[in-house]
């Protein structure tokens, strides 16, 4: 299937590794040009340089999309580069653990500003231009803890299901621009963020990193963890041409994990 999306400008943001980075990288196999975003600036520029050793197009601003003018800062260096931004995939690094009765205030505000708002104010920044011109994707990659509330990652849970608040709320208002909106929410991925996950679980628990994994893998029916590229290439689907009439969803990639109907 041709997914439509060559010579489109897509802006990924926490691409330089994990899921943000698979998702750059097919986004790049499709022909987008991409403008990536994290905060380690050699991670970044690996994955610039990896796209554009391909043929593709890649550039990369490293800042912290905790900062309020970084999506606007993204927004313009996308136009300067490649053009306005068609395609948005909203993602960041995943917040601390901790248990919803013992986090702090500023433990919650901290989350929200990594979770939440650098979703909102890209949005801002890509949207306008978007319905303007009759047509936009937006993603935003949130977690599978939107369905199965994870133990002891109570910031997760709770922002992630503001994003999907937002997302749904918003698909209904743009969809008659040709604008979709949609979530992704990864079940266990092999990625860095997981390894420490388990790492800083395992201390509370009082078992090793392997055994938390085992346990774990035991929960999922796929018997395994993503691989990032399996989960990026949904992520294309749901950002590409002909996904055109599917908005508004929370989309899970996780192999069986989450028991609910819907
Ligand atoms: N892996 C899983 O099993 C899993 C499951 C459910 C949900 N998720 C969620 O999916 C998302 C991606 O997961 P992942 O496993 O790929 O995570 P990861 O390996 O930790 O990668 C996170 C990416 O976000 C960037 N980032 C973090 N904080 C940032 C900030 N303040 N500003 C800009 N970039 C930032 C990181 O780069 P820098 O550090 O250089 O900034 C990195 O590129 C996370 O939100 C995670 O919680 C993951």
Known sequence: MDLGIAGKTALVSGASQGIGRAIALALAAEGARLVLNARNEA?????????????????????????????????ELATAEFGPVEILVGNTGGPPPGAAAELDEASWRAAAELLFYPQLRLTAAVLPGMRRRGWGRVLYVTSISVKEPIENLALSNALRAAVTGYAKTLAREVAADGVTVNTLGPGYTATERVNSLFAKNSARLGKTPEELLKAQLAQIPAGRMADPAETAAVAAFLVSAPASYLTGQAIMVDGGYSHGLL
């Open 43 to 75: 991670k970044l520029r690996q994955t610039a340089e990896a796209i554009n050793a391909k043929g593709g197009a890649a550039v990369y601003l490293a800042a912290d999309l905790s900062e309020p003018e970084t999506p606007a800062r993204l927004a």
